[in-house]
Structures are given as C-alpha cells and as structure tokens.
C-alpha cells in the first residue's frame, strides 16, 4: 500500500470502533497484560493473541530486548514496564520472540549486516559476540534462548520480582512462528521444550 493510499484509507475509515467503544477508551485504560515484542512489522501484537483495543499494553522494542534495570539511567523501555507494572496494575507481561529475527540474527552472527547501525548494534550488544553460525535459517532455538534470557532479566527488576514473588504478576514466554503462524510457550525448566499454545 503506497502512502498516499494509507492516507486515502485513513481518512474514509477514521476508526472501526464504535462511539461508545471510543467514549469507553477515552475514559481510561485497563490493559489485561503487556505484550514486549519485536519492532518486526511482521509480528503483529493484536493479531498474535486476537486483543480488542484497550486490552494490551505494548512495548515493540528492537529484538524485544529488555534493558537491564538501571533506573538511573532510564530509558523509554524501562519507563513503559514501570508505568505497566506499577501504575496500570497489569497482572501479566508477555515476553514474545519470534522466527526469523534479523535481530537474533545479528546477536547471533556478530553483528550481521548492522556495519553502519552503531546504535542498534550498542542495543543488541553485538560488539562483544563471537561469530557463530545459527542453527537454521530461522534461528528458531536462538531466538528461544534470547527469549530466555528477556524473561531472566525481567525478573531482575525488583518490583517485578516482588509482585511474582506475591502471585500479583505472571511472567510468560512465548514464540511466534511467522512460517507457520503458530505460537508456543516457554515452558519454567529451561530443560524442557516450548509447548504449542
């Protein structure tokens, strides 16, 4: 769709809500869950998990990286997790990695591709990976791992770990296949495989 046909489609359609839908949202926000994902226009948050507006906090960050805690030096990520999980009250976050990750890609094969991206490749940590090769093209078990590793710095953030640790907050890990449109969840032993949803 060029741009100027978004534009034309936009303004015909101004909203597939209905007045009192939009006169409901406009009164305040009570999400179900945050969603982290990927940037990637190829997984789309409300698609993946069939949410209404309203019902999903999202956060699309680059490789659905989550920051280490450090609210000295925040950033809009940890900013957005914080506002979730302390203001919204939201009782789940959902951490989703998906197949086909250009930037697992690039985590995974030291910086691939991302020469002249410095930023991006500071986000993704790539300078200190040694060059490996991925397991498939679609770098499914590393995307799994990377997922993994998200969720284990999630719980690093103290009022995270203290509302887990109090039943208010639950973690969960999922799996998007963008080939086969399936989802699949990240099971608590890291010994144990992802189950489809």
């Not at 930037?103 to 040694?130: F, H, K, N, Q, Y």
Request: proline share 6%.
């Amino acid at each position: 769709m060029s741009f100027e046909n978004f534009v034309r489609h936009a303004r015909r359609h101004p909203s597939l809500l209905s007045e009192d839908q939009r006169k409901q949202l406009a009164a305040g926000q009570k999400p179900s869950a945050l969603f982290i994902g990927c940037s990637d226009s190829r997984v789309i948050p409300s698609h993946i998990t069939g949410a209404e507006p309203g019902t999903l906090f999202e956060l699309r960050t680059a490789g659905n990286v989550v920051p280490k805690y450090a609210p000295d030096s925040g950033s809009s990520e940890m900013g957005t997790i914080e506002y979730a999980v302390l203001q919204l009250g939201i009782p789940d976050i959902i951490v989703c990695s998906h197949s086909h990750c250009g930037a697992v890609t690039a985590m995974t094969i030291a910086g691939r591709g991302l020469d002249e991206l410095p930023a991006l490749c500071t986000w993704l940590g790539t300078d200190s990976l040694v060059e490996a090769t991925p397991e498939d093209a679609a770098v499914r078990t590393e995307s799994k791992r990377h997922l993994r590793a998200q969720l284990d710095t999630l719980r690093e953030y103290p009022f995270i770990r203290d509302r887990v640790e109090t039943g208010q907050l639950r973690l969960h890990g999922w799996f998007y296949e963008i080939d086969t449109g399936l989802v699949y969840v990240a099971p608590e032993s890291s010994d144990e495989d992802f189950l489809p949803l």
